[in-house]
């Protein structure tokens, strides 16, 4: 048997804490055997949420934490005044190496703040990335930074590249995954100063698939399967896919609502069509790893219920297992050494 | 009578030309009386084919122009060097007031080049922005700028909220339009340098209707009328939005013919599900203008086939008997007095 991964699990943030975290928890260890979690936040809340299920009381402890960080407090104040906050307790389990991951459906602010200061980076990493996966008609891809780091430098991305390529291919099992810039025009000498800078030094990387510019249009055909950007246009990937698919299943919907005729035709199809907005449906496939941490830090939707929480506390165990640190610290390693 | 708006049409640009440019510029003088429409390309080839049509002869004339600018040809070398190509030719009748607007559906870094340098900007505008209108759920919103200007200034952005906003007030016909900023987050401190910087500028200005900020995740929803980006972030929009809807529709379309059940259903949506999918079709409202030119110039799909075309000259009457050009020559004159 593998040894046992330790996931902190924030039982206070998100639109269903701590009703969804709970059963999130519960669900994820009847699921896999090889993972114990911490369920942080106010003990007697959760303890009698807690209390509704039968599941193996070795496995979930309760760690208290009388604070809640909210999604609107300023980030950087709530993580240094809030000590007692489930994020501050959750990640400090991270920092001293009693819990191996941490998860939150709370404020990103506070993730990001809290995964750098508290948990802290791998020595050499510069900036650590969100990296969401994002559905694709042929599976999905890695959304490398999505929000972490606005006005990114060029060897930042160079390195998120490196660490979505890693993730790509031992955690979701993707060999010699397909890099990909983010660019408005196909060709090399197109883009914007970072981008036009970044290229030549992906382009000489040895450890990396890099096949290029990608256009924004080709994303959601799959053509890559890491997506390489600065935060801000991957936050507007992210956040335009979300937005774009509710809208448009939505019209569609609303469409077939139109005559008796579609009606009719919209109660054969529903089942089909349920599937397919499910394959689009970014909660299938957990939160979005912040890369990079001496640990693991996940960030799931705000909106997140039992199911995304369970498949993020799954997530923690495959990047454990898959020694995925270890792997980020060789590579960002072999990198300095190889610049002396 | 209004006064005729003189179309110059590059009868040689885009995947279908010059057959689906000539019918489309058939298809609008038959729509439109107050309209006149230079058709310029290979003189023989484009008379054949217009020979093919019965149209009013006084009002499409045929303008011989040699060359032909490729899609993949260096934008700045091929507008300097072919002197008799489609594109040059055509812009040239702008720029000598033989025509009032310029359409093409051909390279889209030609027409950008050719803009400014043959055409010219209006005095005092920085950076002329591509606008593009996409579909919303509630109607459509003008994406400004969507490909003209990587790496803008503040000052550029507010130029482009300003132009934005006169465009959909009077050519889209929207009262005080919402003008919004993109940006990762809705708070006004968050975002990059950029929108940092140009945020309190735009709060500050009183001759737009300034919202704030506008998530990419709300743009498909209509929240805002305008919305104000920088070119690389912007042409991201709009290229995921015509990439995912592709992809969703044929997700859904696939999903349909999963089961004979849902086969059956699918004949019975089919007439509904092409009305939505026809709503959120960008060739439905015409091309994108280049606004800041002393005259006007609009890029359309490289695809557009004669629908698209036609709807593309009809807006230019629009943009003409709304006097834009004279709306956009007053407001940034207004903001240059006021900066002295």
């Known amino acids: 048997m593998s040894e046992i991964t330790r996931v902190a699990l924030d039982a206070m943030g998100g639109d269903y804490a701590p009703v969804e975290m709970v059963k999130g928890a519960v669900d994820a260890i009847n699921k896999e055997q090889n993972v114990k979690i911490f369920l942080v936040g106010k003990e007697e809340l959760v303890k009698s949420e807690l209390a509704k299920y039968t599941y193996d009381q070795e496995r979930i402890q309760v760690v208290n934490a009388t604070e809640v960080i909210e999604t609107a407090e300023p980030p950087v104040n709530a993580i240094r005044r809030k000590k007692d906050s489930s994020m501050v307790v959750g990640m400090k389990l991270v920092k001293n190496k ?24 791998i020595k050499g990493v510069e900036r650590p990335p969100l990296a969401p996966l994002i559905p694709t008609a042929k599976g999905v891809s890695l959304l490398i930074d999505c929000g972490a780091n606005v006005d990114a430098r060029p060897s930042h991305l160079v ?56 256009e924004a249009r080709d994303i959601p055909y799959g053509k890559a399967d ?84 369970s498949n993020s506390i799954i997530q923690c165990i495959t990047f454990k297992e898959q020694k995925i640190n270890e792997k980020i610290m060789e590579c960002i390693q072999a990198e300095q050494s190889s610049d002396e």
Chains 1, 2 share one sequence.
């Open 98 to 121: 009693e819990a191996d991951a941490f998860v939150s459906a709370g404020s990103s602010g506070a993730v990001l703040v809290g995964g750098q200061t508290l948990v802290g980076r």
């Open 159 to 214: 390195q998120f590249a490196k660490m979505g390529s890693i993730y790509m291919e031992h955690v979701i099992g993707i060999k010699e995954p397909k890099v990909a810039i983010v660019n408005i025009g196909a060709e090399e000498e197109k883009g914007n100063a970072l981008v036009k800078e970044t290229f030549p030094l992906l382009k000489n990387l040895t450890d990396i698939n890099f096949t290029g510019s990608i």
């Open 226 to 309: 890491v997506i390489v950007s600065e935060a801000f246009a991957g936050n507007v990937i992210l956040k335009l896919y979300e937005g774009l698919g509710a809208v448009l299943i939505g019209k569609i919907k609303e469409g077939m609502m139109s005559s008796l005729r579609s009606k009719i035709g919209a109660l054969l199809v529903k089942p089909a069509l349920k599937e397919t907005v499910k394959e689009f449906d970014a909660s299938e496939y957990g939160g979005a790893p912040l890369l990079g941490l001496r640990g693991l830090v996940v960030k799931t939707h705000g909106s997140a219920k039992a199911k995304e929480v």
